[in-house]
Nanobody
Framework: QVQLVESGGGLVQAGGSLRLSCAAS????????MGWFRQAPGKEREFVAA???????????YYSDSVKGRCTISGDNAKNTLYLEMNSLKPEDTAVYYC??????????????????WGQGTQVTVSS
C-alpha cells in the first residue's frame, strides 16, 4: 500500500517558520512529481509547491506566486520523505496542508487532479 503521512504542522505566530514533512511508504517517487497543496476553510484546494526528481535528485522545483520566496520544497531520497520549509508565515497561510504524489512523470504538477496519492493533511495555523 502507498501511504503519505504529513507532520510538522501546528500553531505559529506571524513571521515564524515551520517545516512540514511527508513520509512516503509503499514505493518510492524518485522519478516522479511530488507536491504540496493547501486548503483553507471555504476555499478551493490550491497548489503550493512541487518538485520533480531524476534518480532521486532534484530536477526542478515550482512554487505558487503566493509562497514564492518564502517556501522551499526539498526531499530526502534515503528516507523517501518530502519537506516544505515555510518562512515569514502570514495569517493567510493558515490551511490544511496536503502532501501529494504521482507515478506519472508528465503530470501537470500544479493541478491537484494530476496526483494519485494524498496524505491526510496537517493543520497549519498562523496567528496575527
Amino acid at each position: 500500500q502507498v501511504q503519505l503521512v504529513e507532520s510538522g504542522g501546528g500553531l505559529v505566530q506571524a513571521g515564524g517558520s515551520l517545516r512540514l514533512s511527508c513520509a512516503a511508504s509503499g514505493r518510492t517517487f524518485r522519478n516522479y512529481p511530488m507536491g504540496w497543496f493547501r486548503q483553507a476553510p471555504g476555499k478551493e484546494r490550491e497548489f503550493v509547491a512541487a518538485i520533480k526528481w531524476s534518480g532521486g535528485i532534484n530536477f526542478g522545483t515550482y512554487y505558487s506566486d503566493s509562497v514564492k520566496g518564502r517556501c522551499t520544497i526539498s526531499g530526502d531520497n534515503a528516507k523517501n520523505t518530502l519537506y516544505l520549509e515555510m518562512n515569514s508565515l502570514k495569517p493567510e497561510d493558515t490551511a490544511v496542508y496536503y502532501c501529494a504524489a504521482t507515478t506519472s512523470y508528465s503530470a501537470p504538477y500544479a493541478s491537484s487532479n494530476a496526483y494519485e496519492y494524498w496524505g491526510q493533511g496537517t493543520q497549519v495555523t498562523v496567528s496575527s
